[in-house]
């Protein structure tokens, strides 16, 4: 057998400018030929014409792949995934090097713009390229066309699959060097977690009527953490679409939670097929925090600006209505991404650790008028009771607090089957249909000691400087993990954080006597006479009729 050889993409093109070169002078022997033997005695060179252009295209098509190849992946099959033409060899050198300047100056120039303005920008410089110019950049810069915030959806979508590609095969291998040097390394669980999202990311979502479609991705970066956004359902011919923003501790290794929520959300309760007209999308979008920098609005306001850009790069039906779903850290950011003036038709803050603290009712959002607010907060959940980042905005006039059934803790907002989604549901597809939270308004009435969490945070936030603030959420981390989990009620969640508390004394900023009132207060707070009573919060949940 032959050895292999290995094909040179630059003596591709070589071969095959050589035969565009050959083709124009048999045409100069064709027109010849016609002049001396006619036409019909001349066409068995046309024959030969065509052979030459088709083997030209041909070659360059596998210049292409050869140099894709180099690079990782496979970009003529990103490309039909999607549905968009493969026929890149048509772009000429010439043409090649006027996409990239163009591409480079429009990002340049538009680089100062507000967001609207340079996502028109965007979509204008796509929508004079053709078909095939559009899909060549999605392939030659996917890591620009892919987070492109404006460029069209499946140019996006084409882009991010042949990151994600290279960004596996990438992955993959650092897996295999790690397992093989340091099998005992703590990272290994992280970057197995990793390795095993992105596979999943290339393989078809299953609908939930057993429908299997490609994943789509209008933003893949697996730096760091990894930032991700996902669409589900037809985004272009969309009238609904809710974009989710997740909160602390979100990262690529564990995306499998957010997609979940996404299917939960998408999926139409009577027939499992996904809702029609809508869109959902995650964005994963932002460096979201740790236990220990929660407690900072830093990557809050860091992370709001990207928000209002892919907000404005958005496209679906004319007249399509957005809606927002925050959770978590997330409505925080939302916040101040919806205060910079990011457009949306309806919001709904869920578990949230507060709005800011200069949000203290609908009213200072300074939403567009007949913008629709609600807010979630299901009992046992201590990120709502911290009002860590200000007043919980289930809590503030303009909003309207919505039932969340059979709902808890801090994670069961997006569960299948359950009063919360279908509001959620509701919300998205503009259905004036949900069911309020009718309960009693007093916190402990809901989670017997939640107002002692809430005493306790505040009376730390007053004594404690900003600065070592995220020392004080490190400390803490073990006791919000298990509150988080539902592991232990809130009595002993203060108990518990006191008790850390001691030990840390965080470099004297808290002396005994500080510690002592802390306490104090916060189990005064928390065994308020409430003690002694039922707690009876069933009833006031609700469902939805069946």
Known sequence: MDPERVVD????????????????????????????????????????????TDTAADLRNRADIARAAEKGGDPFGSLSTFGLTTAITTISGQDRTRLRKGLKSLIADSGKADPEQRAQAIREFFGKLTTAERSWLAVDQPGVVGRLDGAPAKVRYAANRLLIERALAHEQRNLLELKTADPAN????????????????????????????????????????????????????????????????????????????????????????DLPETAVITWLGYDTPEFGDSVLPAKAEAG????????????????????????????????????????????????????????????????APGTRVFAMRAPGDVVSYTEAHGRDPAELSG???????????????????????????????????????????????????????????RELQNRVPQWKTAELAATFEPVIKDALDGKTD??????????????????????????????????TAAGEPLAERAVVFTATRGAFPR
């Open 9 to 52: 993409a630059d003596e591709l093109e070589q071969l095959a400018k050589l035969l565009i070169d050959r083709r124009q002078l048999a045409e100069q022997y064709y027109a010849q030929a016609c002049q001396f033997v006619g036409q019909s005695g001349a066409n068995q060179l046309v024959t030969v014409l065509k052979w030459a």
């Open 399 to 457: 909003i309207q607090r919505l039932a969340t059934g059979a709902s808890s803790g801090h994670s069961q907002y997006y569960i299948a089957d359950n009063t919360a989604l279908h509001n959620l549901q509701a919300v998205v597809t503009d259905g004036r249909c949900v069911q309020t939270f009718t309960g009693s308004p007093r916190l402990d009435d809901e989670q017997f000691g939640a107002s002692g969490v809430r005493v306790l945070v």
């Open 304 to 367: 709001a600006p990207a928000l209002h850009s892919f907000r404005a790069g958005l496209e679906a039906a004319t007249g399509a209505k957005f809606a927002l779903f925050a959770h978590s850290y997330g409505t925080l950011l939302a916040s101040k991404a919806l205060q910079q003036g990011t457009p949306f038709d309806s919001v709904v803050f869920m578990g949230s650790p507060g709005l800011g603290p200069n949000i203290n009712s609908a009213a200072d959002l300074k939403l």
């Open 186 to 273: 703590p990272r290994m669980k992280i970057l197995e977690q990793r390795v095993a999202r992105m596979a999943e990311f290339l393989q078809p979502r299953t609908t939930g009527d057993g429908q299997l479609k490609p994943r789509q991705f209008l933003l893949f970066d697996p730096a760091d953490d990894g930032r991700v956004a996902e669409v589900f359902g037809d985004l272009a011919s969309a009238e609904n679409v809710a974009v989710m923003v997740p909160g602390i501790t979100n990262r690529l290794d564990n995306y499998r939670d957010i997609f979940k929520d996404a299917q939960n959300l998408i999926a139409d309760r009577s027939t499992g097929k």
């Open 490 to 523: 809130q009595k002993t969640t203060i108990d518990r954080a006191i008790q850390e508390l001691k030990k840390s004394d965080l470099g004297g900023y808290l002396s005994a006597a500080d510690v002592a009132e802390i306490t104090g207060k916060a189990l």
